[in-house]
């Protein structure tokens, strides 16, 4: 992360670590970064963002999550949902273009809303429909596990 920007790693030059804007396919971000291989200093930085700075939320182990980005969670029971901006999903079928997850509150609420992400789970393909509920507050268990709170 450099100036609130993320980055991921493209390869190696002779004199450091290249590292893209996460962004780059999503919104043609051309932003990129050198670093010396140990990662301490900022060799070249070229390029500029041509999008905003994504918001995160730092969690209780020091790690960074974005805001309204995917996230798999796994529940007491063992249950694992997709938690996407605050609301849960629960897996229900394979489109041409992804896996396509329904409001985990389908059932109990008439919750019409969806997801699709990519085949490689790192991208929200679609989001279709709006929830007719608020999201569901969960606690992290020093397990990692999540429970309603």
Not at 24 to 30: D, P, V
């Amino acid at each position: 992360m450099h100036e609130g920007h993320t980055f991921c790693k493209s390869g190696q030059r002779k004199y450091g670590l290249r590292y893209l804007c996460c962004k780059r396919l999503r919104k043609r971000c051309r932003a990129e970064v050198t670093v010396s291989f140990d990662g301490k200093h900022i060799i070249l930085y070229k390029g500029a963002h041509n999008h905003d700075v994504p918001e995160f939320h730092i969690n209780g182990d020091g790690t960074y999550r974005k805001m309204r980005e995917s996230q798999f969670i796994t529940l007491t029971n063992g249950k694992v949902l997709l938690m996407y901006a605050g609301h849960t999903f629960s897996k229900s079928g394979k489109l041409k273009h992804g896996f396509r997850y329904q409001c985990s509150k389908m059932r109990t609420k008439k919750c019409r809303a969806e997801i699709t992400i990519s085949f490689d789970c790192l991208e929200v393909v679609r989001v279709k429909g709006g929830h007719n509920h608020e999201t569901t507050t969960y606690h992290i268990a020093s397990d990692g596990s999540y429970t309603k709170v």
